[in-house]
């Protein structure tokens, strides 16, 4: 489709070159036929390139969370985290051997219930994408079938006995979600027909479909894991996709993969998966397992980092993602009994929301994302993905950025990389010269430097509603509008200097404190004069406003954008946010003292149990700070031995706390925490300590728990080894969670 020319020009190491000067100005889409109308007009559909909503290009994001591995009394704080974090649509599997315990007996309640967990993803505005087998495995014993569907033979097929009892779940999940379906209102947009489904028989999708419409299952979206057998010549389903940087599954969860590697969907799919059973370019790209954890077992440890996690993420958007579902994106613990062996209790799966709901940096990371696709993600679904013409395939090769562009042929984002999982990844100076159909940019200046372990989105021929900004050296973040006026959100970039270089044509004005400003070849260029250089503001032509914002890296990470009293705000905090309705949730770990800089604000602020400071302003943002009553929980802490402590809980929480963890530093080869005998979860060794959220613990009355660590066994690979292998606990400190309510008023 595109002419490209060399990635590298000779004798200039750091100036790369893209052409996508060839790029079609109109693509052909292939209506797929899976369309939704909600009671209240709103629309749902999809097309070949992408997702659809009320007629607009969607760009979906969807994060895992199994209900039956979560206390239901937290649910709704977890989704809520879900939610804060920019994500719109929840995704579970519904296992079968969880809810039919025995033949014909079916249980439903308590942490089964299916139901309450669809209405409290209602409640908060969250679609639901069920993923409901039959077998669906997620490391669920037989994964998911009960012991004697997993005896029977035939199963996974279209045997008129396996059918019949598919037939029973399928109804029995169709009753429970009665009335939840998008066309009537409900949130349920997706169902998920089996898992991994490549060595059966395409008719078997076609006949589960059939018994879901059957049984009264109304979903817009169907769906299969893009390794799955099916007929992709009639569009019953859409294939979606899995990657994972960290595989639990492979020793020492992995090597070096092609996921970092920008380039031609199949080919990394074929790494990852092993083999494509459709044809590409008749669906959109999509996600339903994108890897932001694995899950360790007892022999693979590692560590996932979250540069990682967010590199990988970066690189599917690059590569053309226009859906990305995470697994997990919740972790949680295993049902008693219903953990496939080989496998630890704790299904924590070093997730950014952890098996006690606590939020990992790796959450922050992927934030930063999920803001830049929520905004600009409508204009990235219809840009088309050029690759220089000798792209990275080595996923050993460190020497030379990897890169690629999703554009429309003149305006875009060029996504950059440089860094590998498993292999650290130098430093590197790059300039890009872009060939488009109508020019010819080079950018930026001078040499920018692109730090190892890092990645970058930069924009070019950007219309910030009449300003054209040509290109910029920093990273889009969020778009929000404030009495008719946009605001675009940029951060730097650790280790590049920021340059923003507007049309000269198509501006009035450009002002800014603490910013340079100098005419280039018809360009007026902004650079930092100091790192207080916040706001420019800017005028276009025919007096079009705008406001460009930007920010520091660590902002960025703690940025958070939510709807709050019919505006949408700004938010930045160090502070855990969750957002409901108008309430805003602040959960501080291990300190009574949280900071809020808030835009816009155009009114007061309440907090429910803290001391309220205004701090000031910057010209952008409104500055607070918010002081708790300290609280200092002491349970009682009893040595029984070098591998085995004791530990007596409080009967609850101070008011001002919202959990309480405990931090156990051990070494050996796993702990487990236990009360009355019976192993609540467990954690397998990987260099990290062990954080336990003890509040699903407390229960008006004195509760002891156990944590005992266990030997060290030399089948481990992945983590280094400890001088010892004999089991201690070094350890125990409580960290709390401290929490407020505030009220943002006009």
């Known amino acids: 489709m595109t002419v490209l020319l060399c990635s590298r020009v000779y004798g200039q190491e750091s100036l790369y070159q893209l052409d996508a000067s060839q790029v079609k100005k109109e693509v052909q889409m292939v209506d797929l036929g899976f369309k939704g109308n909600?009671?209240?007009?709103?629309?749902?559909?999809v097309n070949n390139l992408y997702f659809k909503k009320n007629g607009e290009p969607w760009f979906p994001l969807m994060g895992e969370f199994h209900y039956i591995r979560y206390p239901e009394a937290y649910w709704e704080e977890e989704i809520l985290k879900m939610k804060s974090a920019g994500l719109q649509i929840v995704a579970t599997y519904v296992f079968w051997n969880a809810h039919e315990t025995s033949p014909d007996r079916w249980d439903w309640s308590g942490i089964k219930d299916l139901r309450h967990f669809v209405d409290l993803c209602a409640k908060h505005d969250m679609y639901v994408w069920l993923r409901i087998g039959p077998w669906c495995h997620g490391e669920q014993v037989h994964g998911g079938h009960p012991d004697w569907i997993n005896n029977m033979k035939g199963k996974r097929s279209n045997a008129p006995a396996y059918l019949a009892e598919s037939r029973k779940l399928f109804h029995q999940i169709a009753d429970q979600v009665e009335g939840q379906w998008f066309e009537e209102g409900g949130p349920i947009i997706g169902l998920q027909l089996e898992n991994e489904y490549a060595s059966g028989d395409s008719e078997h999708i076609r006949e589960l479909k059939k018994i879901s419409v059957e049984v009264g299952m109304k979903p817009v979206y169907y769906t299969v894991t893009a390794n799955t057998v099916f007929d992709d010549s009639k569009t019953e389903v859409i294939p979606l996709q899995g990657s994972y940087p960290y595989r639990g599954w492979e020793k020492g969860g992995g090597k070096a993969t092609k996921d970092f590697l920008y380039g031609n969907d199949q080919w990394i799919m074929t790494d990852a998966l092993g083999k494509v059973y459709y044809d590409v370019h008749k669906y959109p790209k999509g996600l339903c397992e994108q890897g932001c954890g694995s899950q360790m077992t007892f022999r693979n440890r590692f560590a996932v980092e979250p540069h990682v996690v967010e590199a990988h993420l970066q690189n599917q958007i690059g590569r053309g993602m226009n859906l990305v579902g995470y697994y997990m994106f919740q972790g949680g613990t295993q049902l008693p009994g219903l953990k496939e062996p080989g496998y630890p209790e704790s299904y924590d799966f070093q997730a950014p929301l952890g098996e006690f709901g606590q939020v990992r940096e790796s959450y922050k990371y992927l934030k930063t994302l999920h803001h830049f696709v929520n905004s600009f993600g409508s204009d990235l679904a219809k840009m088309q993905v050029v690759e220089p013409e000798d792209p990275v395939r080595d996923e050993l090769e460190t020497d030379r950025l990897r890169y690629v562009a999703r554009t429309n042929g003149k305006s875009g984002f060029v996504f950059w990389g440089n860094t590998q999982v498993r292999v650290p990844m130098p430093e590197k100076q790059f300039q890009l010269k872009l060939k488009l159909a109508d020019?010819?940019?080079?950018?930026?200046?001078?040499?920018?430097?692109?730090?190892?372990?890092?990645?970058?989105?930069l924009p070019f021929n950007m219309d910030l509603n009449g300003p054209l900004l040509k290109y910029a050296t920093a990273q889009p973040l969020a778009k929000i509008n404030y009495k008719d006026v946009p605001y675009y959100f940029f951060y730097q970039v650790n280790g590049m200097d920021v340059e923003l270089a507007f049309d000269a044509l198509s501006i009035a004005s450009v002002e800014g404190d603490n910013w340079t400003k100098e005419m280039v070849d018809g360009q007026v260029l902004m650079q930092q004069r100091t790192s207080k250089a916040r706001k420019i503001d800017l005028q276009s032509k025919n007096g079009e406003k705008a406001v460009l914002v930007m920010l520091s890296r660590?902002?960025?990470?703690?940025?958070?954008?939510?709807?709050?009293?019919?505006q949408e705000r700004v938010i930045v905090s160090t502070s855990d946010l969750l957002f409901d309705q108008d309430k805003i949730i602040c959960n501080s770990w291990g300190t009574s003292q949280i900071d809020l800089k808030v835009f816009p604000f155009n009114g007061s602020v309440k907090s429910k149990n803290g001391q309220l400071n205004r701090i000031g302003g910057d010209g952008v943002f409104q500055e607070f700070s918010i002081s708790l009553p300290e609280a200092y929980p002491k349970p009682k802490i009893k040595r029984?031995?070098?591998?085995?402590?004791?530990?007596?809980?409080?009967?609850?929480?101070?008011?001002?706390?919202?959990?309480?963890f405990m931090e156990l530093d051990y070494q050996g080869g796993m702990a487990k925490v236990s009360r009355e005998n019976k192993v609540l979860t467990d954690n397998l060794y990987n260099g990290e300590p062990w954080e336990i959220g003890l509040k699903r613990y407390m229960n008006k009355e004195p509760v002891k728990l156990q944590m005992e660590a266990f030997p060290w066994s030399d089948e481990i690979s992945g983590v280094e080894r400890p001088k010892s292998s004999l089991p201690e606990i070094k350890r125990i400190r409580f960290i709390p969670v401290y929490t407020t309510e505030i009220n943002l008023n006009k």
Not at 439 to 457: D, S, Y
Not at 647 to 660: A, I, Y
């Open 38 to 45: 909600g009671p209240a007009g709103e629309t749902l559909g």
């Open 439 to 457: 020019e010819v940019l080079v950018f930026p200046e001078k040499e920018l430097t692109l730090r190892g372990e890092t990645t970058a989105i």
């Open 554 to 566: 660590e902002e960025a990470e703690n940025t958070w954008v939510a709807e709050i009293d019919g």
């Open 640 to 660: 029984l031995s070098n591998s085995k402590w004791e530990v007596e809980l409080d009967k609850e929480l101070p008011n001002q706390l919202s959990d309480l």
